[in-house]
């Protein structure tokens, strides 16, 4: 089996494959901190509305937005710079129980602005959770396992729908939810700090259960750009006694290899280092245009589907569409369209081990599938078929996004892995900052925003076509 042809190192000096086991513990707690991730980056969204209305609404109404955004985007550039210098481990552990303590606080807090300053550090730590969650999943899978970094975004679904059912439990009840800024105090708007604390206990819970019962090793992948011999080999050994697995895998036979080389600067804290790291994800011209290509996508994806969701309730009602529903309605039909996209990275699992489709043309299908749908939704006219779309459009989205979150970390250079996600998923961030800026400052009512998102989409699954390499049938480096 072939390897991507990123790999850092000495061309003499190749990647030692050995019995690796399956997913165990350690693994599959990555694919439940992915859920936690979903739930967590949903909060600002659920809670925003009752806060600003709380807290008098005043201020700046998509403030939340942005700082959650703003937030994720330092986070991403943080964390996954930081998983190259510093290690996986380290950044893997700290981001989430961040995340979690962000959360409790947040719900405690006075006032819009204390709230935004803590959503923004809810963002931050969830936005290396993004990074890593990815890069530590696929660097313990076995080559022959890879697809199933797809089929972990089903996780990020169920998060999401986790989400749901807390707001749809604490949103709902009339004596935690105020009905108007006229009458609305702490005393009787408690439901949205509800949410915050519920979720923030849990995902608290599970942060402290990452780092005292399943205590993560670093990655081998990381250790071989280090040069740790040593310590690769007596991680793998680790990992073959604990699960049963027979591993020959030696320092000598490492040594035999070569030098690993150009993977760090003299000092890994300068920002020589940082420069090291950018410069191996441009270090050949096919990957350059790899990695281009890769954020170009993301950040395309950024800005059509918030912008799509901004423009929409206004196109709808100026074409005659009744979607009055009740709170109970509203966080019923959100938790269903959160469901539904547990099963989109389902399907893309299965469809990306397909050879004819690989990742590349699953990525083009959830595209125009997604892009169908959303020209599809400017037709809604009554909260049956809002919810029918909303569903489906959840669904096929996830075919997508489920497979650009797996391809990303499987085509980049490993030494430089955490720092090319982490750039990607910034560009993501960045438009997202943009969609909420339009949303304030542009004319809601016109309809030409919705078909642009709706090109960007098919524009997005025609860019994927063309990435250049495509990690169906090869290990990634």
Not at 255 to 273: I, Q, Y
């Amino acid at each position: 089996m072939d390897t991507l042809p990123h790999q850092a190192l000495h061309p003499q000096r190749f990647w030692v494959r050995e019995p690796t086991p399956s997913p165990q513990p350690h693994e599959l707690t990555t694919l439940a901190r992915y859920a936690v991730d979903s739930l967590v980056l949903l909060l600002q969204g659920v809670i925003a509305g009752p806060a600003f209305r709380e807290f008098g609404q005043h201020g700046y109404d998509n403030a939340m937005t942005i700082a959650g955004y703003v937030g994720m985007l330092i986070g991403a550039l943080f964390w996954g710079l930081g998983a190259d210098i510093i290690g996986r481990r380290f950044a893997f552990n700290v981001s989430l129980l961040l995340c979690s303590i962000s959360v409790i606080i947040a719900g405690a807090m006075p006032n819009w602005p204390s709230l935004g300053l803590w959503i923004a550090l809810i963002g931050f730590g969830a936005g290396g959770n993004l990074v890593l969650d990815t890069t530590v999943f696929l660097e313990y899978l076995p080559g022959n396992k890879q697809w199933v970094l797809t089929l972990m975004a089903g996780w990020w679904g169920l998060g999401q729908a986790v989400t749901g059912f807390v707001a749809w439990g604490f949103l709902v009840p009339e004596k935690w939810n105020c009905p108007s800024v006229d009458d609305c105090t702490r005393q009787n708007n408690m439901g949205w700090r509800y949410v915050m604390f519920t979720s923030g206990a849990l995902v608290f819970v599970m942060s402290i259960l990452r780092v005292t019962v399943i205590r993560l090793r670093e990655t081998p992948k990381y250790l071989l750009a280090l040069g740790e011999d040593a310590q690769v080999v007596e991680t793998f050994q680790f990992l073959a006694s604990k699960y049963n697995r027979h591993c020959s895998l030696t320092v000598d036979k490492l040594d035999a290899c070569g030098v690993v080389l150009g993977t760090h600067s003299k000092n890994r804290f300068s920002f020589a280092e940082t420069l090291v790291h950018l410069r191996g994800l441009f270090s050949t011209p096919k990957i350059a245009l790899s990695t281009s290509l890769i954020w170009v996508s993301w950040a395309m994806m950024g800005l059509a589907y918030p912008l799509f969701y901004v423009f929409l309730p206004s196109y709808l009602a100026s074409r005659g569409a009744n979607l009055n529903v009740s709170p109970f309605e509203t966080w019923r039909n959100y938790t269903l369209t959160n469901i539904s996209s547990i099963f989109g990275p389902l399907l893309a699992g299965w469809m990306c081990n397909i050879p004819f489709l690989g990742r590349r043309y699953t990525m083009l299908i959830g595209t125009l599938m997604t892009a169908a749908f959303f020209f599809a939704y400017t037709s809604v006219r009554n909260g049956a078929q809002d919810v029918g779309f909303s569903c489906s459009i959840a669904f096929c989205l996830n075919i997508y996004y489920g497979t650009l979150y797996a391809y990303t970390p499987e085509v980049l250079p490993s030494a430089h892995r955490a720092t090319g996600n982490g750039v990607a998923v910034a560009c993501n961030r960045v438009m997202g900052i943009l969609s909420a800026v339009i949303a304030t400052v542009s004319n809601t009512s016109t309809s030409a925003p919705l078909y642009i998102c709706g090109a960007l989409l098919v524009a997005m699954g025609v860019l994927s076509a063309f990435f250049p390499f495509e990690p169906y049938g090869r290990r990634s480096s």
